[in-house]
């Protein structure tokens, strides 16, 4: 079956860092998206992982390992507007175009 | 440049009718895919379209249907309302249907079943 795990919720400090982790078991891999979601908003595009190693983006880095079917999210110097859920989805399964996606990691930021 | 638009933004509906949603893509998106969250939850996929076929299709029954039109716009149908359709559908346009593929999302459609 398609499984992509992520932890519920997590709680960080203004100016800390953070790794949201991402496991996954998944019939097919094509890729690994990171969005971010503010409530009541549709998703936003992060990142993308297709080869192991880390991906650098400003203040948010993804790395991935295909061999453990794993990932994380690094947010350094947190703001409040960090206060998300972030999602991880992996392009994979029956169809090379489906994206499969977890349920979503609320961030909340406290000053 | 407008980004993916959706309408309508909220639907109330009641059990056992049908609706539309729509979708219209990125100028110069191809594909278009769409998606079920229920609060809470990841996104679910639905369906993707790309030049206007099918290209691959969720878990979902087919009381689900969709199709695209020539200028790359979408429709999202469901048929026979159930409560658990309660749900914000999304739409998400790319400029192919290729394997690096980042979506962008439109702010979807809120649909609510009575």
């Known amino acids: 079956g398609q499984n992509i795990d992520q932890p519920t919720e997590m709680t960080a400090t203004e100016g800390a860092i953070v790794q949201i982790n991402c496991t996954y078991q998944t019939s097919g891999f094509n890729g690994l998206f990171w969005y971010q979601q503010h409530a009541g908003e549709a998703p936003t595009f992060l990142s993308y992982?297709?080869l192991d190693g880390l991906e650098e983006k400003g203040r948010f880095s993804s790395f991935l390992s295909r061999s453990k079917g794993y990932s994380y999210l690094l947010l350094k110097e947190l703001q409040m507007k960090d206060s998300a859920s972030y999602l991880c989805?992996?392009?994979?399964?029956?169809?090379?175009?489906?994206?499969?996606w977890g349920a979503g990691t609320k961030l909340i930021i406290k000053p | 440049d407008a980004g993916v638009t959706q309408s309508p933004t909220h639907l109330i509906k009641t059990r056992g009718q049908q609706v539309t949603l729509r979708c219209s893509p990125i100028?110069?998106?191809?594909?278009v895919s769409w998606y079920q969250q229920v609060l809470g939850q990841g996104p679910q996929f639905i369906f993707q379209y790309y030049e206007k076929e099918e290209r691959g299709r969720g878990n979902f029954p087919d009381r689900f249907s969709a199709r695209q039109f020539p200028n790359y716009s979408s429709e999202l149908n469901v048929n026979a309302l159930l409560l658990g359709d309660s749900a914000l559908y999304l739409c998400?346009?790319?400029?192919?249907?290729?394997?690096?593929?980042?979506?962008?999302f439109g702010p979807g459609t809120r649909l609510t079943v009575l």
């Open positions: 100028s110069g998106h191809k594909s």
């Open positions: 992982n297709v």
């Open positions: 998400a346009s790319s400029w192919t249907g290729g394997e690096y593929n980042e979506q962008f």
């Open positions: 989805a992996v392009r994979g399964g029956d169809s090379n175009y489906q994206l499969i």
